[in-house]
């Protein structure tokens, strides 16, 4: 399955250290905070919070202990700079990813000791051997369980290429290509080299064009020849846009100054426009089709997971005012 379908099924969830996103949830949550003061730091001691039950799940009792562990799993050291709905809404993701590991156990998915180590060689590689997520075993396991669940639901979603024909046939508008330019050039830091060089230039001739970006360009492209690649409108600097798109193929230029230097423009080719291919675009419609599906299957499911189970949460028992999500 494609990658971008992949990523889009992950709710924001970490089960001991491994931060999975669906819509850069906590990101979202940090940024966007209602302009209202911090909590103050809470006086209730951990060993209150461990008693105190938030949400039960089937037989699974969840401390207000355990949701404090997993926010700061989330955002690290910034709980006292969070406010209540910034908390709220991290307790609904709280109640989600305990919804998914027992969606997980329903299925009756089970991880080995080999997955168990190559999930923890993956974490210290990609926050490296002093990770700031150190994991209880009974984390890795309910981690790559959801992870398994997940891979599960994927693996449900198909698209298939009469969809794809369909969603071309529909949306054609999206696969319009404008007018593009391909352009070369030659960038020198002076005036009086520019100039000379131009006048070797006379007779538009592309092998001498290339020979001399390679050997006096300043520019990054010099080893290609000058070739800085395919353009549309407003991709370019105007000063530079307005010459080159008033070229004709295989035309060289005067001499431009910009504030990067003096430049010598090459138009390599023109492509007029029009519409991409199915076969230039499929894959990219069978990813979009794929994230699409995925993310409602998963809507879908969390919405059973929710009615069929037996669950129970205490947001009065919370030690911050829960605010319901609008």
Request: with cysteine; glycine share 4%; proline share 4%.
């Amino acid at each position: 399955m494609e990658e971008g379908a992949q990523n889009i099924i992950l709710k924001k969830f970490i089960c001991g250290g491994l931060l999975i996103s669906l819509t850069g949830g906590i990101l979202w949550i940090l940024s966007c905070q209602k302009k209202e003061p911090p909590l103050s730091p809470d006086s209730t001691s951990e060993a209150a919070r461990e008693k105190n039950v938030v949400l039960r799940v089937v037989n699974k009792e969840y401390s207000e202990a355990d949701f404090y562990r997993y926010v700061e799993k989330q955002v690290g050291k910034s709980l006292p700079a969070l406010t209540a709905p910034a908390l709220s809404r991290l307790f609904d993701q709280f109640v989600e990813s305990r919804m998914w590991l027992e969606a997980a156990r329903r299925e009756g998915l089970s991880v080995s000791e080999e997955e168990k180590e190559a999930y923890k060689r993956r974490l210290s590689t990609e926050l490296g051997d002093s990770a700031a997520f150190p994991l209880e075993e009974v984390e890795v396991t309910e981690t790559l369980m959801v992870e398994k669940y997940f891979k599960f639901l994927r693996d449900k979603v198909t698209v298939s290429d009469q969809e794809v024909l369909d969603y071309y046939n529909l949306h054609r508008r999206e696969f319009l290509l404008p007018e593009r330019v391909k352009v070369s050039q030659i960038i020198v830091e002076n005036e009086a080299k520019a100039v000379r060089l131009h006048k070797e230039l006379k007779d538009n001739d592309e092998a001498l064009f290339r020979k001399l970006a390679r050997e006096n360009s300043t520019g990054p492209e010099a080893s290609k020849g000058g070739e800085l690649g395919i353009f549309s409108l407003n991709e370019l600097p105007q000063e530079i846009e307005k010459v080159v798109f008033s070229l004709q193929e295989g035309e060289i230029s005067s001499v431009v100054e910009s504030p990067y230097g003096y430049h010598i423009f090459r138009l390599d080719r023109r492509f007029e426009p029009g519409l991409m291919t199915l076969e230039e675009v499929a894959a990219k419609i069978k990813s979009r089709l794929l994230e699409e599906k995925v993310a409602n299957l998963t809507d879908h499911q969390l919405q059973d997971l929710k009615e069929s189970v037996d669950w129970e949460f205490f947001p009065e028992r919370l030690s911050f005012r829960y605010e319901k999500e609008d």
